[in-house]
């Protein structure tokens, strides 16, 4: 019953994303999202909690058939653990990336394929921005957990939207 619920919860937030930002003729689509709900274990690098588990596995759900082939992680459990049901679905590795450099902009350049990547309140929304080109979005309220940041480029420029999941 209850793998029931989340199925059925998962296919709702399948659906509630905006496809128009998602074209067909898109060279690539990026996906990024700040680390689920996390515990308070009295650490600078918590684990998540049962909230964040859940959203985690909606997340690869959700995610799991838009062709995702990179997934992007800061090196703190919680964003990794976000990002751990998706890549286990799929098969594919969480490569770890610091959002204090500017690296991860390079391989997003030279990647054609579509992308996961997960942050933090601060730097999900700067990084989209960096992305972008322009300063769109702020950073996230630290209670924040349910926006996924969605950017397509087409012909080399991104286009950008937001959906809650």
Request: glycine share 8%; hydrophobic share 35%.
């Amino acid at each position: 019953m209850k793998l029931l619920k989340i199925l059925i919860i998962g296919l709702i937030i399948f659906f509630s994303i905006p496809t128009s930002t998602l074209s067909a003729q898109s060279d690539q689509n990026i996906f990024l999202v700040r680390h689920a709900e996390k515990g308070d274990d009295g650490t600078r690098d918590p684990d998540l909690n049962g909230l964040g588990d859940i959203r985690a596995k909606k997340l690869a759900m959700m995610l799991k058939s838009f062709d995702i082939s990179k997934i992007y992680s800061t090196d703190y459990k919680r964003t990794r653990n976000t990002a751990q049901p998706l890549a286990e679905a799929l098969g594919i590795n969480v490569e770890l990336y610091d959002p204090r450099s500017k690296e991860i902009l390079d391989k997003i350049d030279k990647l054609k394929g579509n992308i996961l990547i997960v942050g933090h309140s601060n730097s999900t929304p700067t990084l989209t921005n960096a992305i972008l080109g322009e300063k769109r979005y702020e950073q996230l309220d630290e209670k924040e957990y349910s926006t996924l940041f969605i950017l397509s480029r087409v012909n080399g420029a991104y286009g950008g939207a937001t959906s809650k999941f």
